[in-house]
């Protein structure tokens, strides 16, 4: 089980991100040969010249951006003794990859936004770690999982620390495209892009990490359209999978005013649900765990050390922020899901073969395909992107959803 | 695991490895310290990413072991905890603390997700450990707490065979101090550059230790660490990587004036005109034979005047300082006399100290301030 494993259908950026961590060893004057001795002069020459101090991680959300640069990073602290004998970095098990894959790694840093922007005053903090020496005489991996969304000063702070880099930081930045990321940041990374994972990739690993059915994974690879952390998600959970059904229900009901209104209230009340539901699970386990390590006293509720309140606020404080976020992208994933419904609808009106993204649905499609023209499921398609336009302009989520939902009854 | 060890050994131990505990854990594990028993010995340490602490004791280790537990949680306790001896052992996933009558349970964290220490690198050389304190605090004053400017957070180590030099600038003064040290070998030279606020907590907290050992790794690949140890305390830092600024063609060698003046009665002066000026305007320094002027304010301001008798050496001179970049300066010489050197008002000038008014002047310190332009 190496740390590549949890990449799906990423074989390009994986042989990428090895060369690269084989040529960092060779930095640091470590063995960085490959066990297959015919590639071995061809690595040779290319030397230290496969690693680099600031890469830019582009690829759709789900695709796997962070999963890939924190294997990249766990892959640069490995240490397993099998690297000697021409072992891939990053074997997943050795102490290195393990805390770096956990998060508690000294020279691993990941920030994660959950916010919506990446001010000056925290990028200054990064840079200032940036200028400091690793801990365990390695790299300094710092991880940006949101690039897309420093604010212009802030990215500015962050150009001098890439332009300078210290000899020893490497910056992994990840953003959903290179359009995104700001040009002058851009121009000094080396760029490596991901691709949407085939549903086949991502059904086969539900299967072989999730020991999920393979039905149930075909299905919500599918659903999923190639989004890994959604996919298994439907595939986990039967709530996340009746909240799905119901989204999935707006086009039926759409004909009547009120039902489209209501409709769009379970669309908002459905993100809702999903975006607490992943909430509670991660929330009571990271409270528990950062009570316990302040030193809270035995059983629930037991009393805190003075001098803690300042840090559990903090943690209560991120999870507020992380609750509204998740909400956001939980919407956000339920108007990609009806786009994809209408898109079946436009599939079957154009008489195209083959399996469609909701086949399951494939009687409601069908329906919907019989009583509209193709130019009003363009449209529709056209109304629900406009929705999630206006949502990421932070417009109130029911008033957007419900002008949507008045746009795809007018057809 | 099972050990015991005195009550005040341990508390002190848990105080001192607890102090490089993070406030603000990025990862709830940074908040535990790591106990390990063995062969007679007990460790306790602590990391905070930046700054790791080791604190090794004697202890009557029974069975072998290593946990991971809050260290808040475990000071709190040692601290309360009556004089008798201390039984510390595990249960499962809880350590049992038992000492006379009182007995607590304390959680265990996952060790496994506790990150690696840094490696103390190879000790380098010794210093006396208050000498050691004493020398850092009289740099680190100088140094800049702007992070956009890493580099100037951090004091300049510079070994030079049986010499070290520590540098500090924030750009507007610099201070640089030698001091001699006895190296493991000869010949040795290494550079370093430590985070200065580390750096004085550290030193401070090793100065009760007749010597301190000084460990450096890796200076100039980027790859360095900084590593201090004295009385059983160890401590490594994490280095600053970047250009420090040449500093020695800075310190001018040949002047046109020499003033020396009293310590206590320039301080009480300076802190008096002071008064009256706004924060960061300058104060005046008017230098005649036998006489120092101070001035402060100017305009419509407040005026304050004070007069201090002065020795000069050379041409009158006429410079501005910021008051508290001045008072800094005044109080790392540590001497009962300042000598400040000039060459124009325009160029930086040179502070130093001197036992008594004939005495010569120490050149182990020196206080470089660059003066303040005054319009007009
Ligand atoms: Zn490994």
């Known amino acids: 089980m190496s740390v590549w494993d949890d990449l799906v259908g990423q074989e390009q950026v994986v042989e990428q991100l090895v060369a690269a961590a084989r040529s960092a060893r060779v930095v640091l004057g470590e063995s960085g040969r490959s066990g297959d001795s015919r590639n071995s002069g061809a690595e040779e020459q290319s030397g230290s010249s496969g690693m680099t101090h600031a890469w830019l991680f582009t690829g759709p959300p789900g695709s796997g951006m962070a999963t890939a640069a924190r294997a990249f990073a766990a892959s640069l602290q490995c240490t397993s003794p099998d690297l000697e004998l021409g072992g891939i970095p990053g074997c997943g098990f050795c102490e290195g990859c393990h805390t770096a894959l956990i998060g508690s790694h000294a020279d691993v840093e990941s920030v994660r936004t959950d916010v919506l922007s990446i001010g000056v005053k925290e990028t200054r903090e990064l840079v200032r770690s940036a200028s400091m020496s690793p801990a365990g005489g390695r790299w300094q991996v710092i991880i940006l999982e949101d690039s897309d969304r420093l604010t212009e000063g802030a990215a500015n702070v962050l150009l001098k620390a890439i332009e300078e880099p210290a000899p020893r930081t490497v910056w992994l930045l990840c953003a959903p495209s290179v359009e995104d990321a700001l040009p002058t940041i851009r121009s000094r990374c080396r760029l490596l892009v991901l691709r949407t994972p085939p549903v086949a990739a991502v059904a086969d690993v539900l299967v072989r990490r999730d020991g999920i059915e393979p039905e149930m994974a075909a299905f919500a690879a599918r659903a999923a359209q190639g989004h890994i952390g959604r996919a298994r998600r439907l595939a986990l959970d039967a709530g996340a999978r009746e909240r799905r059904a119901e989204v999935l229900k707006l086009p039926l009901r759409v004909a009547d005013l009120g039902a489209c209104l209501a409709g769009a209230q379970s669309l908002v009340d459905a993100a809702a649900a999903d975006a607490k539901q992943v909430a509670e699970e991660v929330d009571t386990r990271e409270t528990e765990e950062l009570r316990a390590a302040l030193g809270a006293a035995a059983g629930v509720g037991g009393r805190m050390p003075r001098g803690t309140a300042g840090a559990m606020k903090e943690l209560e404080d991120r999870q507020k922020r992380r609750a509204t976020r998740t909400q956001r992208d939980s919407l956000d994933r339920a108007l990609i899901d009806l786009s994809s419904f209408y898109r079946d609808v436009l599939a079957v009106q154009f008489g195209a073969a083959g399996e469609l993204s909701n086949e399951e649905m494939r009687q409601a499609v069908e329906r919907v395909a019989g009583e509209s023209r193709p130019e009003a499921t363009l449209r529709r398609i056209e109304a629900v992107l406009a929705c999630r336009t206006a949502l990421e302009r932070n417009v109130a989520p029911l008033l957007a959803v419900e002008a949507m939902a008045v746009a795809l009854r007018a057809g | ?376």
């Open chain 2, 1 to 376: 695991m099972k050990f015991r060890v005195e009550r005040d050994v341990l508390a002190e131990a848990v105080a001192w490895a607890a102090r490089s505990l993070p406030a603000r854990p990025p990862v709830p594990v940074l908040a535990g310290l790591l106990l390990a028993a063995d062969e007679g010995k007990l460790s306790l340490s602590g990391f905070d990413y930046e700054v790791s602490a080791r604190v090794e004791t004697e202890a009557d280790v029974e069975e072998p072991g290593t946990v991971l537990v809050s260290g808040r949680l475990l000071a709190d306790i040692s601290r309360s905890l009556p004089n008798r001896p201390v039984e510390i052992s595990t249960d499962g996933v809880r350590v049992i603390v038992v000492c006379g009558s009182s007995r607590f349970t304390l959680p265990t964290l996952p060790v496994d997700e506790y990150p690696a220490l840094p490696q103390m690198p190879t000790v380098s050389g010794t210093v006396p450990g208050e000498a050691f304190a004493a020398a850092v605090a009289q740099v680190a004053t100088a140094a800049g707490r702007d992070d956009t400017l890493p580099v100037l957070t951090g004091v300049r180590v510079e070994i030079e065979g049986d010499r070290v030099t520590l540098a500090a600038t924030d750009r507007y003064r610099f201070a640089v101090r030698d001091l001699m040290w006895k190296p493991e070998q000869e010949g040795l030279s290494a550079v370093a550059l430590v985070p200065a606020k580390t750096l004085l907590d550290t030193a401070k907290s090793l100065s009760a230790g007749d010597v301190v050992s000084i460990a450096l790794a890796g200076s100039g690949k980027g790859e360095g660490l900084i590593g201090f140890e004295g009385a059983g305390r160890r401590t490594t830092t994490r280095l600053l990587e970047g250009e420090f600024p040449k500093f020695r063609a800075l310190f001018p060698t040949e002047f046109n004036s020499v003033a020396t003046v009293p310590t206590p009665a320039f301080v009480e002066a300076v802190k008096r005109v002071s008064l009256v000026a706004e924060r960061n305007t300058p104060v005046r320094l008017s230098f005649e034979q036998g006489v120092l002027t101070l001035e402060a304010g100017s305009g419509d301001d407040a005026q304050a005047t004070e007069r201090v008798e002065a020795d000069l050496e050379g041409d009158d001179i006429s410079i501005a300082f910021n008051p508290a970049y001045l008072l800094d300066g005044l109080a790392a010489i540590d001497a009962a006399v300042a000598q400040l050197s000039f060459t124009t008002s325009t160029k930086p000038a040179l502070l130093s100290g001197k036992h008594a008014p004939d005495a010569e002047a120490d050149e182990a310190y020196k206080y470089l301030i660059m003066p303040v332009r005054l319009s007009g």
